[in-house]
């Protein structure tokens, strides 16, 4: 048994079938053309109507003026040859007229070998209006029209007349072959026009985003395959603009992953080794530990934390290019705590730029522990960085940290007095290695940040940027009781 054609298969055997052009110009030509010969068309049983509507009338009138003859005429009768030559002068065979419910034969001609099919023009429906002429063009030979109308040179109730229709059908097709000339010549000059048009204002745009896309599809670091903007307001110039700004950010994209890619198999190598190392130095803190130097018992666990961090961050950095984060573990927080720790980790100092917490002791957040120091450290040393690269600053550096409760969700509000966020970095603050305003940042701490909050079911967002700082928020479900304070013990005499 044969397989069944593909749909590819079956449309390229009806192209075989039937002519179809693949190319938009020539389909718009052709449908142009076609939608006003329609037009045309539509066009022609109006204006054949009204021809042989016109030509029934003026028969009417010329037989009208034939039959005031016997009117003047001695006797009022008019001979058989006088009555022959008036009524070949109206073109036209009988004439009769009925007045106060008595019809007479004005001019008579010869005896009639059939009936004669009946047109009133007194009261006519748009039907029958429309269709007469056809009936006119697809009768047989031989035939004759029976045309009733009102007069106006004579008082009476209507006029009638008998005439051959051969040379109304002749009229008719003469006037309809003018039509179709003029039809056809109108149809060709609106289809060119209107494909002129057309293609000048959407086929030929269309093709130069069509080439745009194809010559970035192909080569995406092509500078030539960016399209170039109209800067048209209409649909067009919106295609445009949309098109420049997709091809931007899959530039970034793919940027971004390249990137990732090459951090990815760069941490996979020095993994192994890092661990090594900071293994050794874990060893050496134990070692360290054995001492009973009160100085080294008070600074080994901060080295031992800082460790732990490392041998976790070179793993999450490895696991991050992957595309994958750990899930987190919440817990109650003292916030206070958190930021003591990563102010410390951010190099945050009293004489350089300092914090400025306005969080109580007994401010508590629902979060993952280690995670939520991953977010306050990448944002304080983000401020930190952006403060101490500021040119001609006046003033010591600030970052204030303050939190609030908003329903079920604590809100952490952390504000520079930093130089602002240039424009360009504000669309693309939250992609890796997209987002930094620094030439040596990797653009990789916002995105992080912003990833571990929302894997908190929460979210890191930009508040406000400008000359007098940057304020960031960071959104964290859940809002538990804050610690209860602790009771001072109270000495008593003895």
Known sequence: MADAATPHELARTDRRRFFWPGGLSARLLILTILFVAMGGALALPPALASFEEQWLLD???????????????PDRVVSERLSAQLLQGAGVERVAIQTDGMRRLVLGGPTLDRAPYLVDLRDQAVASWLSAPFQTLLGGEGRRVRVVAEPRFRQADFIEIV?????LKRALVSYLWGLISVAAFVSAMAGVLVYLSLNFFLVRPMQRITKAMERFRADPEDVEARVQLSGRRDEIGRAEVELDLMQAD???ALSSRARLAALGEAVAKINHDLRNMLTSAQIASERLAALKDPKVSQALPR??????????LATDVLTYGKTEEAAPTPAAVPLAVALEQAAEEARLTEDGVKLVADVGRAEVVLADPDQLHRILVNLLRNAREAIELQERRRGAGRIR????QTGNASLVRVSDNGPGLPDRSRERLFLPFAGSSRPDGAGLGLAIARELAQGHGGDLTLIDSGPKGTTFELLLPGAPARLAPRKRRTKTAV
Do not use: G
Not at 303 to 312: M, N, P, S, W
């Open 401 to 404: 940290v303050s939190v609030s």
């Open 59 to 73: 028969r009417i009138r010329a037989a009208e003026l034939a039959s005031l003859a016997p009117e003047v005429a």
């Open 303 to 312: 080295l031992e934390r800082a460790l732990d961090r490392a041998v976790k």
């Open 250 to 252: 899959l530039r970034t």
């Open 163 to 167: 005439a051959p229709d051969a040379e």
